[in-house]
């Protein structure tokens, strides 16, 4: 893997994406072998949105490595207003090993990227959540021990979850379905992407109006909020659209015997899913969350494992100096 950012899932072959799911596991296997990869290094956290698990997780998984964080918050950076992403970039490459970003705009990531020399990594943006996606994958994986085939039904709002899914499906070869209210459909441009890397693995991807028909002897029924970061003031009017495509026990019924509950969280209980479904044995969200460490360990070694610039010799400096 030579890639120098993880910004979509797209950006990477099927076997790259096999490669990143095995090294998640196997850190989650021998994290100490592990414990100094990223020894001294440290990662900046610029958080535009609200999070619990990603901070969370990017934070304790650099220090599992050997390394640091810093959070940024919007009130420290104010990015683009306070000053520009080239700048932030410029700066924060001087200074740091890597940078995880969570933001609205999607271009403002690519931008992060194209600007700083040093890797950068999507924390959400409104349009993808790949490293996500690379954990809801390593947590099917370790529930059906494949993921080829698996037929994957993710019933709600078409949206950067549900994109992520969609790319990360299509590398694997599983079958993802997405049920959402009319105008609430992914995006053509990511439906149409899984459609055709599908046609190397095997993979599908359909989108529907129709939640029963999606959930359908799926192995893996998938939901989200209703209103994501940013839409807070269409809440009211989600809640109503959206209500015929809440995972109750009377849809989740409809998957295979066996099949399993999965949701990125935070979850609302009481509207896209009820209680006796995220609740029940059925349901790894846990596991899911929990995976978001491994997984995110697994792009940071990858990215950010190349030569660390040497610190001074003393001795020699004080010699130079004459002191
Ligand atoms: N699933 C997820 O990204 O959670 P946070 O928003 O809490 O980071
Ligand atoms: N779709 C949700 C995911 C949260 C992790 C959002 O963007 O708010």
Known sequence: MNAKDFLTIKDFSPAEIQYLLTLGRQVKTHPTTYSETLKRKTLAMIFEKPSLRTRVSFDVGIQQLGGFSIYLSPAEINLGKRESVYDVAKNLERMVQGIMIRTFAHEIVEQMAEYADIPVINGLTDYSHPCQALADYMTMWE??????????????????VAHSLMFTGAQAGAHVWVATPPGYEPKADAARWASERGRE???????????????????????????????????????????????????FQRARNGAIFLHCLPAHRGEEVTADVIDSPRSLVFQQAENRLHAQKAIMIELMKGEFVKLPDLAELRELAHV
């Open 201 to 251: 693995t095997g993979a599908t991807c359909t989108v529907t109006n129709d939640p029963q028909e999606a959930v359908s002897g799926a192995d893996v029924v998938y939901t989200d909020v209703w209103a994501s970061m940013g839409q807070e003031a269409e809440t009211a009017k989600r809640k109503q659209i959206f209500a015929p495509f809440q995972v109750n026990q009377e849809l």
């Open 143 to 160: 529930a059906f021990g494949k993921l080829q085939g698996l037929k994957i039904a993710y019933v709600g709002d078409g949206n950067n």
